[in-house]
Every structure is written in C-alpha cells, then in structure tokens.
C-alpha cells in the first residue's frame, strides 16, 4: 500500500484532468476519451509508472469514466426525447460485439502498436473537427442490413483501441446520414454507453501483472483514475455547457482540433522514437 504522500502528485494531476476534461465535454460536445488517453498516459509517465501494459490500462480506465457519464447523459437526453431509440437498438449488439473485440484485441497488442493507433485515429478525428462541415452527407439515412452489420462493430471495435465512447466516431457518422445534429449527439450517448460496459468488464478480467503499474489498479482499470475523473466531469461539465451559451464554439472547436491533432502527433512520436 502506498503512503498517502506518494499519491498526492497522482491524485492532483487526475484532478486536473477530470476537470479539464469535464469542461471540454460540456463546452464542445465531445467526449472525454479522447483527452483522458493521452492525459492518462504522460501522466502516469511522468510521475514514474511505467510498465508494458500502461496504454491498456489508460484505455481501460477512460472507458471506465464513459460508462457512467454516458448513462448520465443518456438519460438526460433522453427526458428531453432527443435519443432515437430506433437507430441506437439496431446498431447495439453489433456495437457491443466489436467492443469486446476491441478487448481481446488491445489485451493482445504491444503499447506501441495502440499509441500509434490511437495517433492516427487521433489526427482523423481532429481534421474533422476542424475542416469537417455540417452539409456532408454519405446518405439520407443510417445504414442497415450488410452496412450497419459492418460499421457496427466496426464503430465498437476502434472506439475501444482509443478508449472513446460514442461521441467521436458516432456523431460523425450520424450528421454523415442526415441525422439532425441534437439527435445525433443524444443517440451518441447511448453509443458510449454500449461500448464501455463491455468492454470494462472485459478489462476488469485481464490479468495485470508486472512492476510499475500505477497503485490501486484492478485488472487493466486504475480506480484512482476513475473516481476521481467522474467526480471532477460531474462538477465541471455544467460549466462547460454555461461556457458554450456564453460564447461562440465553432473557433474554440478548431482549437481543440488543433490540440488533440498536438496529443495525436505527440502520442506517435512516443510510439516511434520513445
């Protein structure tokens, strides 16, 4: 067991995290994952704790947190009668099954090999953040049949390799088939939701073995991580969402395109050169 001491640099930077990330969701509409991967990582880093499996556990962690703000924002949205409930229980079992995949998968790869999936991933979703424009289409609806079969797991199987949930890759590919941006943004949530819960109760169950692993994780979940980050997003989300009623998002969206493209680039040349 550690001394209290020790944990106080951990616990003060998960702190920051939490809220940084809290205010971001709230400000932007954008989940949480795709800051706390790379914010997890340099942190447990530089604070000393390095071991093999520190990006599963990373990955595992963030997911841990989008379970439980996905369900809040999930039944928030739904109050308001926003989620398409149609779309969200024809893509479920195909969400799920590429999350679970997503586990066997990440339990199976060299941390190398996710940072630089994360990285690419990562510079997709920041250009289209960035240049990314609300008359896009691919359709007038979502796909069904052999496409939805496809994308779906699909959608869960690289969402858990970046440890993100609905929000990245979902609402995207909702505007892409016309879904109006509220109700894409909603049904995202519950996207989130089917990707987290499997996929932590599968991390829950990998096996963690080696030195320098950051204290009090279970499986590949760190449980400081998590506790402290839903405390802080439940405290800071609201202030994002003030944030953006009070001011223009569209030029702090392509800021924070630019910021997670730095974290992406950053994050392949950690793959890279170390």
């Not at 819960?197 to 073995?209: C, D, H, K, N, R």
Request: net charge positive; hydrophobic share 60%; aromatic share 8%.
């Amino acid at each position: 067991m550690p001394e209290f001491a020790d944990l106080l640099p951990m616990l003060a930077l998960i702190l920051l995290i939490g809220a940084l990330a809290g205010v971001i969701a709230g400000l932007l509409g954008v989940g949480g994952g795709i800051v706390l991967v790379p914010a997890f990582f340099f942190a447990f880093e530089g604070l000393g704790y390095s071991t093999d499996g520190l990006m599963q556990i990373c990955l595992a962690t963030s997911l841990a947190t989008i379970a439980v703000t996905s369900l809040r924002s999930l039944l928030a949205h739904n109050k308001k009668g926003a989620v398409d409930w149609d779309i969200l229980r024809g893509w479920a079992p195909g969400i799920a099954i590429g999350a679970i995949l997503g586990v066997v998968a990440a339990s199976g790869l060299r941390g190398e090999v996710l940072m630089v999936i994360f990285g690419v991933l990562g510079l997709a979703v920041g250009l289209y953040l960035a240049f990314g424009r609300p008359s896009w289409r691919l359709g007038d609806a979502m796909p069904t049949g052999l496409g939805r079969a496809v994308a779906s797991p699909v959608l869960g199987f690289l969402s858990v390799l970046m440890g993100i949930g609905g929000g990245s890759f979902g609402v995207p590919l909702m505007t892409l088939y016309n879904v109006q941006i509220h109700r894409a943004v909603a049904t995202a949530a519950g996207f989130g939701l089917l990707i987290a819960v499997p996929s932590v109760i599968g991390f829950l169950l990998v096996p963690g073995a080696g030195d320098g692993r950051p204290p009090f994780t279970v499986g590949q979940v760190n449980l400081v991580g998590f506790v402290l980050v839903v405390a802080m997003t439940l405290i800071t989300t609201p202030w994002g969402v003030r944030m953006a009623h009070a001011m223009d998002p569209k030029p702090l969206k392509r800021i924070f395109a630019v910021f997670i493209m730095l974290m992406a680039l950053n994050m392949l040349r950690k793959a890279f050169l170390g």
